[in-house]
């Protein structure tokens, strides 16, 4: 007869244990859509102000450090948000999200020696392209959870 009391205990503990993992998975998802989310806008935000710090690099050695600063700045970002775990859902957005970066990193590496020579111009960089791309993948974040 004791028996027969225990198997409710049981399996109210295996659905308490369960919802704790679907809690941790929902609590994770949302970590990384937030992250995600803040990326992008980050990233948006450079695209944003590197060109025209660029354009005042060409006169203002201070500005022309802002600029590099900023440059790394966006490299460190690059790297942690690369670093990050992605949830099952969203693990093609971020393979094609770290794509992007790792063709943004090498191309701020790029710049960056351009820099080192004297060479401001931004506009001759494929960057801007690369950072429309980034940019375009905050809509597709956002339609996460619509049809899936």
Same mark, same amino acid.
């Given at each position: 007869?004791?028996?027969?009391? %225990?198997?409710? @205990?049981? $399996? ?22 937030? !992250? +995600?989310? %803040?990326? $992008? ?15 005042? +690099?060409?006169?203002?050695? !201070? ?6 600063? %900023?440059? @790394? ?11 990050? !775990? +992605? ?9 094609? &999200? ?11 590496? !790029? ?19 690369? &950072? ?17």
């Amino acid at each position: 007869m004791k028996a027969i009391w %225990r198997i409710p @205990g049981i $399996v109210l503990i295996l659905l308490v244990l369960s919802g704790c993992s679907l809690l941790e998975d929902v609590d994770q998802s949302l970590d990384y859509s937030d !992250e +995600a989310t %803040r990326f $992008v806008n980050e990233t948006v935000a450079f695209a944003n102000q590197v060109p025209q710090l660029a354009e005042e +690099a060409a006169n203002n050695s !201070e500005i022309l450090q802002q600029l590099k600063e %900023r440059l @790394g700045d966006m490299k460190q970002s690059i790297s942690e948000f690369n670093g990050l !775990e +992605a949830p099952s859902f969203a693990q093609d957005f971020h393979d094609q &999200l770290t794509s992007y970066n790792d063709t943004l990193s090498g191309q701020i590496d !790029e710049y960056s020696t351009q820099l080192e020579n004297g060479v401001t111009n931004f506009e001759n960089t494929k960057m801007a392209d690369t &950072l429309g791309q980034i940019e375009g993948a905050l809509s597709e974040l956002g339609n996460f959870g619509e049809g899936e």
